[in-house]
Nanobody
Framework: QVQLVESGGGLVQAGGSLRLSCAAS????????MGWYRQAPGKQREFNAA???????SYAESVKGRFTIYRDNAKNTVNLQMYNLKPEDTAVYYC?????????WGQGTQVTVSS
C-alpha cells in the first residue's frame, strides 16, 4: 500500500555530512508517521528520527543535534540531513512509514563513515 525508496547514501569521512531522501507513494502528509532507522552489521535495527503528519519530530539520543528529519512537500519526500558523521553511524539506513498500525520499509541505503 505504501512504497518507499531511499537514496543518498554513500561514503563520507568522519565529520562530514550527508543527506538521505525517502520517496513515498501517495502523499507523505497522509501517513501517520515517517522515520529513519539504521542497522549496522551484527546489530539490531535502531530508531534514528521520526516525523508525524503534523510535522512533529523526535530523535534518538545518539543522533540528536547532528541529524535533522524534515519533509519536502513539493517533492513528496522525507529527508534526513546528517552532520558531523561518525564511524559508528556506518549502517544501512531504512525509511519507515507507520500508518494505522502497519509498518512499511524501504530497501535501505548504505552509509559508510571512514575515520
Amino acid at each position: 500500500q505504501v512504497q518507499l525508496v531511499e537514496s543518498g547514501g554513500g561514503l563520507v569521512q568522519a565529520g562530514g555530512s550527508l543527506r538521505l531522501s525517502c520517496a513515498a507513494s501517495g502523499s507523505i502528509l497522509n501517513i501517520n508517521t515517517m522515520g529513519w532507522y539504521r542497522q549496522a552489521p551484527g546489530k539490531q535495527r535502531e530508531f534514528n528520527a521520526a516525523i508525524d503528519s503534523f510535522g512533529r519530530t523526535s530523535y534518538a539520543e545518539s543522533v540528536k543535534g547532528r541529524f535533522t528529519i524534515y519533509r519536502d512537500n513539493a517533492k513528496n519526500t522525507v529527508n534526513l540531513q546528517m552532520y558531523n558523521l561518525k564511524p559508528e553511524d556506518t549502517a544501512v539506513y531504512y525509511c519507515n512509514a507507520h500508518h494505522w498500525s502497519r509498518n512499511y520499509w524501504g530497501q535501505g541505503t548504505q552509509v559508510t563513515v571512514s575515520s
